[in-house]
């Protein structure tokens, strides 16, 4: 018999551990220290086997940037069920809880980083955010068609980093939906972390910063990588590649996680001297409270549509729901007819305008009933900048 039930902070260490086996990874020194304050902050979910953990859920209350708005969002992690209790309805068990509880807490969505994308998908997860990675040759100088802003750059130290770099992350969040509100504590532990597992052997983050934006990097011989690099303008973003670039002894900028409408490839005067090294999905995404998620996000039209969503694992979404867009969005149930029908995972990957409604449509897995439904409701989703998500948890 499974039994749901809290993990205690006492063992959140232990939820390292168990990470380890479920993710084939060699648990070394130090990554208690590095990883278990995560869990510490996290609500723990535990599936227990007697006295077994048999699977474990962590679901950190924080806040995400939607069109428009800052939403209280269950950022989930450290999810893993034992090779041993695999298709006994562990995981579904741990996912119906964290929903709950998410709902008791007046948080209308999740998100998580999936390592198995076709799972979450059966859980209402839709995929709503991609990324890049980018590559630049540094052995010869980067020129660049924007002209960079003239302002000086100045080297901090870490210390001050989050007061320093916490305003011009507030304005990158207004500007480009997908990222996560940071606190001291996530700037200090999770953004700027002293060392970076993905990127052994290189040097703890330096951080340069300009009047209107920021880049954190890591060198090691003759390569930097970008952790993390926002700008209020193009000509503050050409200032800061263009540091990055010109290093002593660096050959290769490396970024490995960018938007995937990033200026660099257009903005560099060269093409081939920066390359798009590879695409891929970030952010998953669940709408635990539908109409409360769509009457929270801005919308670029006003429009009216009725929404038939099908969720299987929330039925309090299920049904059909009048959407109203523009300056007041309204979003209540109505018998009407509708005009769209889709699953409650599509409409998350479009919640955020990263994935076009016509292109689901075109799949075959959103069906429009009324005539240019599926342009209008693209239309209003429309964001100016495509949603990103440089947050790992």
Same mark, same amino acid.
């Given at each position: 018999?499974?039994?749901?039930?809290?993990?205690?902070e006492?063992d959140?260490?232990r939820?390292?551990?168990?990470?380890?086996i479920?993710?084939?990874?060699r648990?070394?020194?130090?990554?208690?220290?590095?990883n278990?304050?995560?869990?510490r902050r996290?609500?723990?979910?535990?599936a227990?086997?007697?006295?077994?953990?048999?699977?474990?859920?962590?679901?950190?209350?924080?806040?995400?940037?939607?069109?428009?708005?800052?939403?209280d969002?269950?950022?989930?992690?450290f999810?893993?069920?034992?090779?041993?209790?695999?298709?006994?309805?562990?995981l579904?068990?741990?996912?119906e809880?964290?929903?709950a509880?998410?709902?008791?807490a007046?948080?209308?969505?999740?998100?998580?980083?999936?390592s198995q994308?076709?799972?979450?998908g059966r859980?209402?997860?839709?995929?709503?955010?991609?990324?890049?990675?980018l590559?630049i040759?540094?052995?010869?100088?980067?020129?660049?068609?924007?002209?960079?802003?003239?302002?000086?750059l100045?080297?901090i130290?870490?210390?001050?980093?989050?007061e320093?770099?916490?305003?011009?992350?507030?304005?990158?969040?207004?500007?480009?939906?997908?990222?996560l509100?940071?606190?001291p504590?996530?700037?200090?532990?999770?953004t700027?972390?002293?060392?970076?597992?993905?990127?052994?052997?290189?040097?703890e983050?330096r951080?340069?910063?300009?009047?209107?934006?920021?880049?954190?990097?890591?060198?090691?011989?003759h390569?930097?990588?970008?952790?993390?690099l926002? %700008? =209020?303008?193009p000509? #503050?973003?050409?200032a800061?590649? +263009?540091?990055l $670039?010109?290093?002593? *002894?660096?050959? /290769?900028v490396?970024?490995?996680s960018?938007p995937?409408?990033d200026?660099?490839?257009?903005?560099?005067?060269?093409?081939d001297?920066v390359?798009?090294?590879?695409?891929?999905?970030?952010?998953?995404?669940r709408?635990?409270?539908?109409?409360?998620?769509?009457?929270?996000r801005?919308?670029?039209?006003e429009?009216?549509f009725?929404?038939?969503?099908?969720?299987?694992?929330?039925?309090?979404?299920?049904?059909?729901?009048?959407l109203?867009?523009?300056?007041?969005?309204?979003?209540?149930?109505?018998d009407?007819?509708?005009?769209?029908?889709?699953?409650a %995972? =599509?409409?998350?990957? #479009?919640?955020?305008g990263?994935? +076009?409604?016509? $292109?689901?449509?075109? *799949?075959?897995v /959103?069906?429009?009933?009324?005539?240019?439904a599926?342009?209008?409701l693209d239309?209003a989703?429309?964001?100016?900048?495509?949603p990103?998500?440089?947050?790992?948890?």
């Open positions: 018999m499974i039994e749901i039930k809290d993990i205690p006492a959140a260490d939820m390292v551990d168990f990470a380890g479920v993710f084939h990874s648990i070394e020194d130090g990554d208690h220290e590095r278990s304050w995560v869990a996290a609500e723990r979910i535990g227990y086997d007697g006295g077994t953990v048999a699977g474990q859920l962590a679901a950190l209350p924080m806040r995400l940037a939607v069109p428009g708005a800052l939403l969002c269950s950022a989930v992690t999810v893993g069920v034992l090779p041993t209790h695999r298709r006994r309805g562990v579904t068990s741990m996912i809880r964290m929903h509880d998410a709902v008791a007046g948080r209308p969505v999740a998100a998580l980083w999936a994308g076709a799972i979450y859980y209402g997860f839709g995929l709503a955010t991609r990324a890049i990675g590559e040759d540094a052995a010869r100088p980067l020129e660049l068609r924007t002209t960079p802003d003239p302002a000086p100045r080297l130290d870490l210390a001050s980093a989050p320093i770099l916490g305003p011009i992350h507030s304005r990158a969040l207004a500007a480009r939906p997908g990222g509100v940071r606190d504590e996530w700037w200090t532990r999770g700027l972390r002293a060392v970076e597992q993905e990127a052994p052997g290189f040097s983050p951080v340069v910063v300009h009047p209107g934006g920021y880049a954190a990097y890591r060198a090691h011989e390569t930097v990588r970008v952790e993390d926002v %700008a =209020d303008t000509a #503050v973003e050409a800061l590649w +263009r540091y $670039a010109s290093i002593d *002894l660096i050959k /290769v490396h970024a490995p960018r995937v409408d200026l660099l490839p257009l903005m560099a005067a060269d093409p001297q390359v798009v090294k590879n695409g891929y999905g970030a952010l998953w995404l709408l635990i409270d539908v109409p409360a998620a769509l009457r929270a801005s919308w670029a039209a429009d009216a009725v929404l038939d969503v099908q969720d299987d694992r929330l039925p309090a979404n299920a049904g059909r729901w009048r109203t867009t523009g300056a007041a969005p309204a979003c209540d149930r109505t009407a007819a509708p005009d769209l029908t889709l699953s %995972a =599509d409409l998350a990957s #479009v919640y955020m990263g994935t +076009r409604v016509s $292109a689901l449509a075109r *799949l075959g /959103v069906t429009e009933h009324t005539p240019s599926v342009a209008q239309a989703l429309a964001i100016p900048l495509a990103y998500t440089n947050d790992d948890f």
